[in-house]
């Protein structure tokens, strides 16, 4: 993966730059039935995995002995959740610090096909009482214009917390960004239409291993 990025830094990710042409499909292993949809694998499985145990680490350095409650954004940041949850898991099984955590989980829905939208739809996030007084980890897949983050977290202040930070896998350079940025990054990636790693294009894709990039063709097929 060195040749695919520019810089490395804690506060903005890896860098994934903007003429990157990802990796051949079929070097990789995907589901036949996707067969066509996708135009490369943007950034393998094992890539993630490595990516997403050093921002454990990361988390753990910084909140090691601070209960936890983990808000994991569905659906598609419960891969990423989950993966970096028993990161965290390992490192307190096998360090003096540990993490004691509760995980809950919520759902946002702004996107119509490719697109974001104003309408905004938080589920499950309506009554967040116990929040009160926590340290809380917010889990999101991907930020692009952080308007949906900077929602979301005016409404979680609402609850006084003591603490809130927030892990992010993927953060989009898009025009008109608020700049509401996660305090934990994977990866700074260009504006393009990702799928996989419970990524979706109206619910398909989840199943994907790998980040990919998914072709027109793909977007026509499952358009609604």
Known sequence: MADVVSKTALDCGIVIEDDWPG???????SPTHYSGDLDCVYIPHGVIMDRTER?????????????L?????????YQFSADLVEGIKTLSRNSNRSIPMRVHFIR???????????????????DLSFLNGKNVLIVEAIVDTGNTLKMLLK???????KMIKVAGL???????SVACLPDYVGFEIPNRFVVGYALDYNEYFRDLDH??????????KYKI
């Not at 409650?69 to 940041?77: A, F, N, R, T, W």
């Open 211 to 220: 980040i990919c990039v998914l072709s027109e063709s793909g977007k026509m």
């Open 69 to 77: 409650v983990v808000l994991c954004v569905l659906k598609g940041g």
């Open 23 to 29: 990796y051949n499909i079929d070097l990789f292993s």
């Open 108 to 126: 946002l829905k702004s996107y119509l096909n490719d697109q974001s939208t104003e309408d905004l739809q938080i589920i499950g996030a309506e």
């Open 170 to 176: 993927l953060v989009k350079r898009v025009p008109h």
């Open 155 to 161: 409404h979680v202040e609402g609850f006084r917390p």
């Open 55 to 67: 921002l454990a680490r990361n988390i753990m350095d910084d909140l090691g002995d601070h209960d």
